[in-house]
């Protein structure tokens, strides 16, 4: 858990693909400084229910789970409207749900194209479309989009990843234009490799697409593009999270917070 301090008492916080991975930890950063929290994504019902009620004991915050699914547009547009009326307002939104496939361009299969679209852009967009006026509405509203330094490089092999990332980043900028008078920010946060279990798959796609080992590819491929050789922990990106939603961070506005171990410095 990262060390930084900030009072979000009485604020509420949705975070999509949440029941796992960096969205997990994200969540619990948030509750740990007083957030109530929607948890969102996929997994076994009981493994989900555990988290919940697990961040809600800890930390004495209300934690609620929605179970919308970021291929279906109303279903999105539920969760927004859920946690407006169920925790009575929304504060914080935390775009986060993102899948991956890694092959050839030749070879991309149409289905998993669009799928990555839908969800690692798409959604992003229509999780805005909702919680923006409710963010307006009262005054102050914190969006932050966990895009990836793949928003502003690319790698082989990913083509739909980095194109969806890449817009994510685009559409932050623009958003950010369009609410900047009413209060609201958003903003991007690029992590590079975090150990996760999003990363582990690839780990093993890009194993077998190279004809390379796995550990040739975390070596060799992941942190050969990480100066610091380490992947990036789940503290460090809480730790970005907690300032752009925290009121020091009301002027940081459609820009991004580069947690990648130096990859964009090349």
């Not at 008078?181 to 796609?205: F, K």
């Amino acid at each position: 858990m990262a060390s930084v301090r900030v009072d979000l008492s009485g604020q509420t916080a949705v975070i999509t693909g949440s029941t796992s991975g960096i969205g997990a930890a994200l969540a619990e950063g948030l509750a740990a400084n007083g957030c109530d929290i929607v948890l969102n994504g996929l997994g076994d019902a009981s493994e989900i229910e555990a988290l919940r009620v697990r961040l809600q004991d800890d930390y004495k915050v209300r934690v609620a789970y929605h179970s919308a699914n970021m291929l279906r547009p109303g279903e999105i547009e539920d969760l927004i409207a859920f946690a407006s009326k169920e925790m009575g307002r929304l504060d914080i939104l935390v775009n986060n749900a993102g899948i991956q496939h890694v092959a050839k361009i030749e070879e991309f299969p149409a289905e998993k194209w669009d799928a990555i679209l839908a969800i690692n852009l798409s959604s992003v967009f229509h999780a805005c479309k909702h919680a923006v006026p409710v963010m307006k509405a009262q005054g102050r509203g914190r969006i932050v989009n966990i895009a990836s330094a793949h928003a502003l490089a690319a790698s082989p092999f990913k083509s739909a990843y980095i194109a969806a990332k890449h817009g994510v980043m685009g559409l932050t900028k623009t958003i950010a234009l369009e609410v900047a008078e009413h209060g609201v920010t958003c903003n991007a946060i690029n992590p590079g490799y975090v150990r996760t279990p999003l990363v582990d798959s690839q780990i093993a796609d890009t194993a077998r697409e190279r004809g390379i080992s796995e550990d040739e590819v975390v070596r060799d491929v992941m942190l050969y593009a990480q100066p610091t050789k380490k992947f990036v922990e789940y503290s460090q990106l809480v730790g970005a999270l907690l300032y752009l939603v925290s009121d020091d961070g009301a002027n940081a506005n459609g820009s991004s917070i580069n947690v990648e171990g130096g990859w964009l410095a090349k």
